[in-house]
């Protein structure tokens, strides 16, 4: 009889742009098919038994899971180097004994007209794009600027076109990190300004 051999959890940190969030970055998948979940309390945290450990920590201020990282923001009464190690070995030992990671994704807002299949919406979190410039704009951020937030430990989501105003929200590092609006402006809304001559502006939904 073959002896099926466990793969060992391995979790590393990086730092992200924001000094108050920090990325814990796991060799397996957390959450599957590209959905994201934050949490911002411990009240939200219902449908995840680890987000509800991790704010049984009294440093953990949020929790941003997607894909196979979780984003960890801070108190600031606390420096990253006393904590760190902490978090990490928490992580790894809490996946490597297989105790549950989300059992429910937090329910987001389903757009009325909605020409997607309920549950890709969930999934793609975008607002269902009605035009071909809306449709555009998802494409653009699904293909050039997602990756790149997610890198840097966050996530990016369509909301809302209009007279050229184009509206995301963002989670994870990138909200209320002091250089997002720099990223916001130099790079997301630069590069849609260049691609669709019908955005004139880029701007944040606060959360």
């Given at each position: 009889?073959?002896?099926?051999?466990k793969?060992?959890?391995?979790?590393?940190?990086?730092?992200?742009?924001?000094?108050?969030?920090?990325?814990f970055?796991?060799?397996?998948?957390?959450?599957?098919n590209?959905?994201?979940?934050?949490?911002?309390?411990?009240?939200?945290?219902?449908?995840?038994?680890?987000?509800?450990?991790?704010?049984?920590?009294?440093?953990?201020?949020?929790?941003?899971?997607?894909?196979?990282?979780?984003?960890?923001?801070?108190?600031?009464?606390?420096?990253?180097?006393?904590?760190?190690?902490?978090?990490?070995?928490?992580?790894?030992?809490?996946?490597?004994?297989?105790?549950?990671?989300?059992?429910?994704?937090?329910?987001?807002?389903?757009?009325?007209?909605?020409?997607?299949?309920?549950?890709?919406?969930?999934?793609?979190?975008?607002?269902?794009?009605?035009?071909?410039?809306?449709?555009?704009?998802?494409?653009?951020?699904?293909?050039?600027?997602?990756?790149?937030?997610?890198?840097?430990?966050?996530s990016?989501?369509?909301?809302?076109?209009?007279?050229?105003?184009?509206?995301v929200?963002?989670?994870?590092?990138?909200?209320?990190?002091?250089s997002?609006?720099?990223?916001?402006?130099?790079?997301?809304?630069?590069?849609?300004?260049?691609m669709?001559?019908?955005?004139?502006?880029?701007?944040?939904?606060?959360?």
């Amino acid at each position: 009889m073959d002896t099926i051999v466990k793969k060992p959890t391995i979790i590393y940190a990086e730092s992200t742009p924001n000094p108050a969030s920090m990325k814990f970055v796991a060799n397996r998948i957390l959450v599957e098919n590209g959905a994201t979940a934050q949490y911002l309390s411990r009240a939200e945290t219902k449908g995840s038994p680890l987000a509800a450990k991790l704010f049984e920590l009294p440093f953990v201020k949020a929790v941003f899971m997607t894909a196979n990282f979780i984003t960890i923001t801070k108190i600031d009464a606390l420096q990253w180097e006393e904590i760190t190690l902490e978090l990490r070995d928490f992580i790894r030992v809490y996946i490597s004994e297989g105790n549950p990671i989300i059992n429910e994704l937090p329910t987001t807002e389903m757009p009325v007209d909605n020409t997607f299949d309920k549950k890709e919406e969930v999934f793609m979190e975008h607002k269902t794009p009605t035009t071909e410039i809306e449709v555009k704009i998802v494409e653009i951020l699904e293909q050039y600027i997602r990756p790149a937030v997610e890198g840097d430990g966050g996530s990016i989501t369509f909301k809302n076109f209009n007279e050229g105003v184009v509206t995301v929200q963002l989670r994870g590092s990138c909200s209320g990190c002091p250089s997002s609006t720099i990223t916001l402006k130099a790079g997301i809304e630069a590069l849609l300004k260049k691609m669709i001559p019908d955005v004139k502006e880029v701007v944040a939904e606060a959360m």
